[in-house]
Every structure is written in C-alpha cells, then in structure tokens.
C-alpha cells in the first residue's frame, strides 16, 4: 500500500521559515515525479513544486526563489523548504506522486498525502 505521510506544518509569521517533509512508503522517488500541492482557502488545488526522477525541479512563479523542493531516493523522503514565508502561502499542503517518472506535462496525481496546514499571519 502506497503511503505519503505530511510532516512539518504549522503557524509561522510573515517573513518566516517552515520546512515540509514527505516520508514514502511502497513508492520510489527515485523513478516517479513528486510533488508539493497546496490548497488555500476558497482556492483551488495548485502545483507549488515539482522533481522528476532526475532530480530536475520546477516552482510556480508565486514562490520560486523562496521555496526548494528535494529528495533522498535512497531514504524515500521529500522536503519542500519554504522562507520568506507570506500570508497569501497560507492553506493545506499536500505531497504528491505521479505515475510518470517526468514532471511535464503536470501530473495527474497517482497518490496523495493526507495534507498539512501551513497557517502564516502577518
């Protein structure tokens, strides 16, 4: 059974730093796109980062330059760093696998985390 399981959330104040991690369990990093999904309130889903199997990254415009996304194949981990943190970052975040080892065209999501809030106040 494939699990992806949040850690990391929490409240933090505007200009600050959270880091997110994503433990994997019966799913390879290493050969599949992963991802870091979030959901603010009254928004829809969007793709915030994403690293393909060779370890190739893409941000969305809102937070490049502030998050990072990485991963340890061999450990089945996925962080998303995130600095200079702002309120309008706030929202549920989720880690996501694709099927594909690639990134492009953005994924359909194979699986999912349960989420994890990340609140930032101002």
């Known amino acids: 059974q494939v699990q992806l399981v949040e850690s990391g959330g929490g409240s933090v104040q505007a200009g600050g730093s959270l880091t997110l991690s994503c433990s994997v369990s019966n799913y390879a990093p290493g050969t599949h796109c992963m991802g870091w999904v979030r959901q603010g309130p009254g928004k829809e889903r969007e793709i915030v980062a994403t690293?393909?199997?060779?370890?190739?990254?893409t941000y969305d415009g809102s937070v490049k330059g502030r998050f990072t996304i990485s991963k340890d194949d061999g450990k089945y981990m996925v962080w998303l760093q995130m600095n200079n943190l702002k309120p309008g970052d706030s929202g549920t975040y989720y880690c996501?696998?694709?099927?594909?080892?690639?990134?492009?065209?953005?994924?359909?999501?194979?699986?999912w985390g349960q989420g994890i809030q990340v609140t930032v106040s101002s």
């Open positions: 690293v393909d199997n060779g370890g190739k990254t």
């Open positions: 996501a696998a694709d099927s594909h080892p690639w990134c492009w065209p953005p994924p359909n999501w194979l699986h």
